[in-house]
């Protein structure tokens, strides 16, 4: 439990506590969106595991980069992108972060060092690498925070974008938020040895688990690997252990899951456990009420808004693609 | 003037882009020590491990770190060693390299060059012999381009590394040894244009790295015969020059395309078919694709040279098309 750490810092959790509600209203606005077809595409929530956005990318620098992935809307927010653009991005509206191109599973805010969401499983961890290998050739001081599931840890790129970071000693804090799903597969059940900590210390990365629900756990130990890294001591490896408590996506009832167990794993809520220590401490009920009733009104806001957004304008269809050549030709008779 | 290989004239493309701009690295296996064929002699010497980097045996890892280089604002040139091998990082390349700009709306862009030396060569059989050059060209975001000569290698690749999307660049391995002058200054090249390799009005002969030099042998055996035909190397095969093949075509009514690759689904269809569209009513005789048959490439040399498109294969459909 926070409470029971000794450097409980109570103004610092409630922000944190307000900073986890902000993710869990930007999400379930979304679902509702999408039950009422303004949200186009698949959402994939990350309720539950709002713990390690808050704590990993909270305690990240805005100069850091940052790579996430399908499931990334907390990162991104935390990362500091707007959440109206977020809200128009998820409806396919221009003036969202990709102009409507994108939507939640490539979503990326370059300004402010969001480097991407990814819509393969894994393939953010090489992509990880290079950014720090051009951080490492530029000599600029900051890091690059690759965040993926526990599913990735069994692709191809976990081992050869680990290993890459390894021998090239790059900036990059590999963190693995492992919410014990794979879709819809438990992954244990698919993951060989011991787990993803022992996999990146055998490629030579030093790893530390945690438990993925302690806000302030995660955002103390992401702040001393972000200063181990920029001494120089190399990538470093964060295990969070948390749980998915919706669906795969938000149309998934998870009903491969019993309900006695998913309300055993709600009473293990890191928004419920941050607001748990807080009261022990004396803050008011009404304050903690009051951060979710502000999250809330701002993501309602953002959804107005966003509903309100017209669609891309015809052009954007073909902008972007590539500098020469035009899309075009080929797709009509002469 | 300097007598340049088409392997120097690649080394010589890279060594003045890394000069020019500090961004430009390049990483692949065995680097520091020259490279697979000698493409990289000599430049740790110049340019430090760092910019001339070594890399494991990854590639999903070289091409896919090279996405996020480019993405925070270097230019890499990845060496693949062999055009087969880029097929461990399809993912960081179609997925990833080539959607970035398009899917975060333009935010960024991925300067990226892949060299992905193809081609039939010295029995390399079935994995290390391969023509994909089509693969690529049906992906939208990628710019392909095969050079046929050491100057357009040296121009060519001059203008990949300061394209800001990603380039496939697919050297022949069969063409390193050849030869030509070229002057101490040679700026970029223009990427999407054609080179008239001859000029002639009774036919025209299509074709892109080294199944250029066949174009041409044929296009000699017909003109003592008296038959004159224009032969159009593509240099780049997406975008490509419609404009040079389209105006060509207009004037000879005939239109042999030559590949290397597997004929079937190849870019030679491309070819063929965008000319039966804009010129269906003037062409004098069906358009003719040669390339090779759907087999895996055999390492014995006979059968190997069966697959081959050789100049009096194309010859004898320029004669047929008559």
Redesign the interface.
């Known amino acids: 439990m926070s409470g029971s750490r000794p450097n409980l810092d109570l103004e610092r959790l409630a922000d944190r506590h307000r900073r986890m509600h902000r993710i869990r209203a930007f999400e379930e606005q979304a679902v509702a969106a999408l039950q009422e077809g303004l949200v186009l595409g698949a959402i994939h929530p990350s309720i539950g595991q709002e713990a390690c956005a808050v704590g990993a990318v909270g305690s990240l620098a805005r100069e850091d980069l940052l790579l996430s992935t399908h499931r990334g809307h907390g990162h991104t927010l935390e990362k500091g992108a707007s959440a109206v653009a977020m809200m128009r991005e998820l409806f396919g509206r221009e003036g969202g972060n990709c102009g409507g191109k994108g939507g939640s599973m490539h979503i990326a805010d370059f300004s402010v060092g969001m480097l991407g969401a990814n819509g393969v499983v894994g393939a953010n961890i090489n992509i990880a690498a290079g950014a720090a290998h051009a951080v490492r050739l530029k000599g600029e001081r900051r890091i690059v925070c690759c965040i993926f599931g526990d599913c990735a840890v069994n692709r191809g790129p976990f081992l050869e974008g680990l290993n890459w970071a390894r021998v090239f000693d790059l900036p990059v804090l590999f963190v693995c938020e492992d919410n014990a799903f794979a879709a819809t597969t438990r992954t244990e059940a698919m993951t060989g040895g011991p787990g993803p900590a022992a996999r990146a210390e055998a490629l030579g990365i030093p790893a530390r688990a945690v438990d993925g629900n302690d806000v302030d756990l995660v955002a103390e130990v992401t702040t001393e690997l972000r200063g181990r890294i920029l001494d120089g001591g190399g990538p470093q490896f964060l295990w969070a252990k948390t749980w998915r408590l919706t669906g795969h996506t938000a149309v998934d009832k998870a009903a491969y899951r019993d309900a006695g167990e998913v309300e055993e794993r709600w009473k293990d809520d890191p928004i419920a456990r941050a607001a748990e220590t807080l009261r022990a401490h004396g803050v008011a009920d009404e304050t903690l009420a009051g951060h979710r009733e502000a999250a809330v009104g701002e993501m309602q806001a953002a959804f107005e808004e966003a509903k309100a957004a017209p669609w891309p304008e015809d052009g954007a269809l073909y902008a972007d693609v590539q500098d020469i050549g035009d899309p075009r030709e080929a797709a009509f008779r002469w | 003037m300097v007598k340049t290989s088409y392997m120097e004239a690649g080394k010589r493309a890279l060594a003045e882009e890394m000069r020019r701009d500090p961004?430009v690295?390049a990483v692949g296996e065995d680097l520091g020590r020259g490279g697979v064929f000698g493409q990289y002699a000599g430049m740790v010497e110049e340019f430090g491990p760092?910019?001339i980097?070594d890399?494991?045996i990854?590639e999903?890892?070289i091409?896919?770190?090279?996405?996020?280089?480019?993405?925070?604002?270097?230019r890499?040139v990845v060496e693949m060693r062999f055009a087969d091998f880029a097929l461990c990082a399809v993912?960081?390349l179609v997925?990833?390299a080539a959607?970035?700009?398009?899917?975060?709306?333009?935010?960024?862009g991925v300067p990226l060059v892949v060299r992905e030396p193809m081609g039939m060569w010295r029995s390399s059989a079935a994995q290390h012999s391969q023509s994909l050059e089509a693969w690529y060209v049906h992906i939208?975001?990628?710019?392909v381009v095969a050079p046929a000569t050491p100057g357009d290698n040296l121009r060519l690749l001059k203008a990949a590394i300061r394209?800001?999307?990603p380039v496939v660049y697919m050297e022949h391995k069969d063409l390193w040894g050849i030869e030509e002058e070229l002057g101490e200054d040679e700026p970029p090249g223009a990427?999407?244009s054609a080179r008239i390799v001859r000029e002639g009005d009774d036919a025209t002969v299509v074709s892109w790295s080294a199944m250029v030099r066949n174009a041409a042998a044929a296009a000699e055996q017909l003109a003592e015969e008296g038959v004159s035909v224009e032969v159009i190397d593509l240099r780049t095969l997406?975008?490509w020059d419609?404009g040079a093949v389209l105006e060509s075509v207009r004037r000879t009514g005939r239109l042999v395309v030559a590949q290397e690759a597997v004929s079937v689904g190849g870019f030679g269809a491309?070819v063929a078919a965008?000319v039966s569209?804009?010129h269906f009513g003037n062409l004098k005789a069906p358009v003719k694709r040669l390339g090779a048959p759907r087999i895996p490439i055999p390492y014995a040399k006979p059968l190997e040279d069966m697959l081959r498109v050789g100049p009096d294969a194309i010859a004898d459909a320029v004669r047929a098309q008559l």
């Open positions: 961004t690295w760092l910019r980097s890399a494991p990854s999903a890892a091409l896919g770190s090279a996405v996020g280089a480019a993405l925070a604002g270097t890499p993912d960081e997925n990833q959607k970035a700009r398009y899917m975060f709306g333009g935010q960024g939208p975001g990628l710019t394209s800001d999307d990427l999407g997406w975008p419609r491309e965008t569209e804009a």
